[in-house]
């Protein structure tokens, strides 16, 4: 995936994206504003995201240091991330000691903004793609 998505009105950077953008800053072998031209983003963009990495609580900033986040949103308007864990679902049926799996199976995605995402039936590959998306 590249680290650069260009959508027809905004660019989106990947969180290792703008990690390496802000450890080139960080590094104060460039300035800001030569560190923006190399990488054709808004000075204002590099020390935005100087910020968010120093406070460490940017979505963005969990992301690349490798922590899975799940967004969760307590009062309008504030979103806090929180660890993903998973398990295994005890809904398989047992029979003649061969292990099948349910008539059904669907993932939800509940989404920051509201949105809910639902898979009917998805493939390990689906959800592999939809969280390199949304993550």
């Known amino acids: 995936m590249s680290d650069i998505i260009h959508h027809t009105s905004r660019r989106i950077f990947s969180p290792q994206y703008k990690l390496e953008v802000v450890n080139e800053a960080l590094a ?5 504003a030569q560190i923006a031209q190399k990488h054709h983003i808004n000075n204002n963009q590099v020390f935005r995201w ?3 990495y120093k406070l460490g609580n940017a979505r963005w900033v969990k992301v690349a240091s490798n922590h899975p986040v799940m967004a969760t949103q307590d009062t309008p308007g504030e979103t806090k991330f929180l660890p993903i864990t998973t398990q295994s679902s005890s809904n398989t049926v047992m029979r003649n000691t ?34 390199s998306v949304i993550v």
């Open 50 to 52: 100087c910020r968010e």
């Open 98 to 131: 061969k292990q099948q799996t349910p008539n059904s199976s669907m993932v939800v995605v509940e989404l920051a903004s509201g949105h809910v995402l639902k898979l009917t039936h998805p493939t390990a590959e689906t959800i592999k793609q939809i969280l």
């Open 28 to 32: 104060n072998q460039l300035s800001t």
